[in-house]
């Protein structure tokens, strides 16, 4: 018994002694830890970027403890979630390293960049991750450094990269030849799609799970060269104007062809084919905009709304009608469908459809503004 007695004591005498030590090795790290900060990054934020001195309406303040006494803010990148734009992530140098710090966590992650190049920015602005870095090698070159994979892509290949998606990067190069637009991938050095073309611009509609790709020619007074892919990359569509289009709110999309509609997810199997409409104004979201017996009418292919006497309309402004959320359009502005006309008489008519509702409104504006 006594044997017993005396192994247990041994063994709780180890346990204590272990416990001792961890607590000791730990002092020991967070004491070796702050000997090692010798400066510290202060910020001035708002909702959505910093500055590092103070200003009006910037009056988050946050402080950063770093290895250097003159480390340098670069960035900051916010995410999307629930349709609610948050401050995350802060991107800056310390002790010639490029690192990344968490506002919610407060830990600070270290990348493989080192501060060797100039105007460190976050790729993928405004979603609900960090996608890369990109940095300026020269006035004339870029890199691109994949948060995910920990490896720089595409140096000096391109004059500027913008990261759309998690998948996909753009890339243009300007030169004596002219400019060149670029799809190309974001976890290897792959091209997608590229024009010769100082007007074609790439942007992603839909879900990260469903979603085309748009080549768009942005050049003003040119019109057409609208072309829609699949998710893989197949064409479905060349169309003339950003009218002629829209994404579902399930992530497929409608194309407008010989005055009907027809409906495609985003591997290119064809879901639905509308009535012919003679004269559609606009494809916005589930709805069509279209004229019968002089008369504008919205309607989700179910169900139709009467907006107005289109035989007094001289105008329909397809760049500032569309979908908005609540408040996007100012404040106290309703989710909904806005249309924007101007009357044979000069007035602009404001009309808003309810889409919960399905009832119409209209106001008079005094200054249309273009929300293109």
């Known amino acids: 018994m006594e044997d017993r007695k005396g192994n247990k004591l041994v063994i709780l005498a180890i346990i204590l002694l272990i416990i001792l030590l961890i607590f000791i090795l730990k002092s020991g790290a967070e004491n070796i830890l702050q000997i090692n900060y010798k400066g510290e990054l202060k910020l001035y934020c708002n909702d959505t970027k910093c500055v590092t001195t103070p200003e009006d309406n910037y009056n988050n303040v946050i402080i950063i403890k770093t290895e250097s006494e003159n480390p340098k803010y670069y960035d900051a990148d916010t995410i999307v979630n629930n349709d609610e734009t948050k401050l995350l992530y802060i991107l ?18 270290e990348t493989e960049l080192e501060n060797t190049y100039s105007n460190y920015e976050f790729a993928f602005k405004n979603g609900n991750e960090i996608g890369g870095i990109t940095y300026n090698i020269n006035s004339n070159s870029v890199g691109y450094y994949s948060y995910e994979l920990k490896i720089k892509l595409y140096e000096g290949e391109y004059s500027s990269i913008t990261q759309l998606t998690s998948n996909y990067l753009t890339g243009n190069t300007y030169d004596e030849n002219g400019s060149h637009s670029y799809l190309i991938d974001s976890t290897k050095e792959k091209v997608y799609l590229n024009k010769n073309d100082e007007c074609s611009t790439y942007s992603i509609l839909g879900t990260q799970e469903k979603n085309f790709i748009i080549d768009q020619n942005n050049c003003t007074g040119i019109s057409g060269d609208i072309i829609i892919y699949t998710k893989g990359l197949t064409e479905l569509a060349s169309l003339d104007s950003e009218s002629e289009y829209s994404i579902n709110d399930n992530g497929n999309i409608n194309i407008l062809k010989n ?52 035989s007094k309309v001289s105008y329909y402004n397809v760049a500032s009608s569309g979908y908005y959320k609540k408040n996007e359009r100012g404040t106290n502005k309703d989710e909904g469908i806005y249309i924007f006309l101007t009357l044979e008489s000069g007035t602009t008519m404001e009309y808003y459809y309810n889409i919960i509702g399905k009832g119409i409104r209209s106001s008079i504006v005094d200054n249309e503004i273009d929300f293109e």
Do not use: H, R
């Open 92 to 109: 800056y140098e310390d002790n010639n390293k490029i690192k990344i710090y968490n506002i919610d966590t407060l830990k600070i992650e």
């Open 259 to 310: 005055n009907k509609v027809y409906t495609y997810d985003s591997t290119g199997k064809l879901i639905n084919t509308s009535q012919e409409y003679n004269d559609i104004k606009q494809l916005i979201k589930n709805y069509i905009v279209y004229v019968e017996n002089n008369y504008l009418y919205i309607t989700d292919g179910n169900t139709k709304s009467a907006i107005c006497d289109y």
